[in-house]
């Protein structure tokens, strides 16, 4: 395994250290392994989501003006404890409750669920919305039901635009809720990816194989297939996402890499995704290509897309700063 890394055991940790080092518009609590804002505005709904590292950006990344006031790291591919979800929370509250975004694993719901109780009973005002956009499998090794992945960022997105205007809680939390419905997911794999504490691939994935649906974590998918051109992959996972959810309209695509694939791989996947997009009629006006919501050094992509309308393409629009997204300030 070559990776750069102090010791397997301090990855998150380190990481975390440089992301305050980098970014002091951020305030890094590194003992409780908890990102938020270094300024928070008073009586605004605050935005709390957090999963397991090694999905970089995703969350910590995300977090920042127009996006999310907090958020909790894990541990790679582990969710955060109760603990962390609460001082987050806690944090985020600056009187008029807070939004959890939690994507669906059973750990994430699990903590999240009870650090939504916690906080309750210290008169903290707590809404939550799972992200369950991916297509490829129900009830995965990490699930019930479908996995939350690339639509993640568009609530995280959109409903931290909303915030920003003073919007109340359950405005803020309708509106994520409406983001996911209207979202879809689907991902390929070309190689596995190195757990560091691992020290070896996920899975064993031959150099003239695909995964079809893959997770963020390396959970298997739909089938495995021979190798093909980007032209075919991308066909397979558009069909999968526009049979469950048919493609009409203007549309928000993300094409995302996992970590490991080249961004010139990842516009020519662009390419063919928007000419099926064309072909079926509808349109691509808002779009986003390159690394998001990753799977550590996995080599692939995942296709979101979201049917927009008039006010999500406004609040899409609206300025974000953040380390990981940034446009209009």
Same mark, same amino acid.
């Given at each position: 395994?070559?990776?750069?890394?102090?010791?397997?055991?301090?990855?998150?940790?380190?990481?975390?250290?440089?992301?305050?080092?980098? $970014?002091?518009?951020?305030?890094?609590?590194?003992?409780?392994?908890?990102?938020?804002?270094?300024?928070?505005?008073?009586?605004?709904?605050?935005?709390?989501?957090?999963?397991?590292?090694?999905?970089?950006?995703?969350?910590?990344?995300?977090?920042? &003006?127009?996006?999310?006031?907090?958020?909790?790291?894990?541990?790679?591919?582990?969710?955060?404890?109760?603990?962390?979800?609460?001082?987050?929370?806690?944090?985020?509250?600056?009187?008029?409750?807070?939004?959890?975004?939690?994507?669906? &694993?059973?750990?994430?719901?699990?903590?999240?669920?009870?650090?939504?109780?916690?906080? @309750?009973?210290?008169?903290?005002?707590?809404?939550?919305?799972?992200?369950?956009?991916?297509?490829?499998?129900?009830?995965?090794?990490?699930?019930?039901? *479908?996995?939350?992945?690339?639509?993640?960022?568009?609530?995280?997105?959109?409903?931290?635009?909303?915030?920003?205007?003073?919007?109340?809680?359950?405005?803020?939390?309708?509106?994520?809720?409406?983001?996911? @419905?209207?979202?879809?997911?689907?991902?390929?794999?070309?190689?596995?990816?190195?757990?560091?504490?691992?020290?070896?691939?996920?899975?064993?994935?031959?150099?003239?194989?695909?995964?079809?649906?893959?997770?963020? $974590?390396?959970?298997?998918?739909?089938? *495995?297939?021979?190798?093909?051109?980007?032209?075919?992959?991308?066909?397979?996972?558009?069909?999968?996402?526009?049979?469950?959810?048919?493609?009409?309209?203007?549309?928000?695509?993300?094409?995302?890499?996992?970590?490991?694939?080249?961004?010139?791989?990842?516009?020519?996947?662009?390419?063919?995704?928007?000419? &099926?997009?064309?072909?079926?009629?509808?349109?691509?006006?808002?779009?986003?290509?390159?690394? &998001?919501?990753?799977?550590?050094?996995?080599?692939?992509?995942?296709?979101?897309?979201?049917?927009?309308?008039?006010?999500?393409? *406004?609040?899409?629009?609206?300025?974000?700063?953040?380390?990981?997204?940034?446009?209009?300030?």
């Amino acid at each position: 395994m070559k990776k750069l890394i102090n010791a397997p055991d301090a990855v998150v940790r380190d990481a975390l250290r440089g992301l305050a080092l980098a $970014h002091p518009e951020l305030a890094v609590d590194l003992e409780n392994q908890v990102v938020t804002r270094a300024s928070l505005t008073p009586g605004k709904v605050g935005l709390v989501s957090g999963g397991g590292s090694g999905h970089e950006p995703l969350h910590a990344g995300f977090v920042g &003006y127009g996006m999310l006031d907090a958020a909790c790291p894990g541990e790679i591919f582990t969710s955060p404890v109760p603990d962390q979800l609460i001082e987050a929370t806690k944090a985020a509250d600056r009187g008029a409750g807070v939004l959890h975004i939690v994507k669906n &694993y059973t750990g994430d719901v699990l903590n999240f669920e009870m650090a939504a109780e916690l906080c @309750a009973e210290e008169g903290i005002e707590v809404a939550s919305v799972l992200v369950d956009d991916d297509v490829a499998v129900e009830d995965s090794l990490y699930t019930a039901g *479908r996995r939350g992945t690339g639509a993640t960022l568009f609530v995280e997105k959109i409903a931290g635009a909303l915030a920003e205007t003073g919007a109340p809680l359950a405005a803020v939390a309708a509106v994520a809720e409406l983001v996911d @419905a209207r979202s879809r997911s689907f991902g390929v794999a070309l190689t596995s990816c190195t757990v560091p504490a691992a020290g070896k691939p996920t899975f064993d994935l031959p150099e003239d194989q695909v995964e079809l649906g893959i997770g963020i $974590h390396g959970e298997p998918g739909r089938r *495995r297939v021979p190798l093909a051109a980007a032209r075919e992959l991308a066909e397979v996972a558009m069909d999968a996402v526009h049979g469950d959810l048919p493609l009409e309209g203007e549309l928000l695509v993300l094409v995302n890499g996992m970590g490991g694939t080249p961004l010139i791989e990842l516009y020519g996947v662009f390419a063919e995704v928007a000419a &099926y997009v064309k072909g079926k009629g509808a349109t691509i006006t808002r779009s986003l290509v390159g690394n &998001y919501v990753t799977s550590l050094d996995m080599q692939g992509f995942s296709v979101t897309v979201c049917r927009l309308d008039d006010d999500l393409t *406004r609040l899409w629009d609206a300025p974000v700063s953040t380390p990981g997204l940034r446009w209009g300030r």
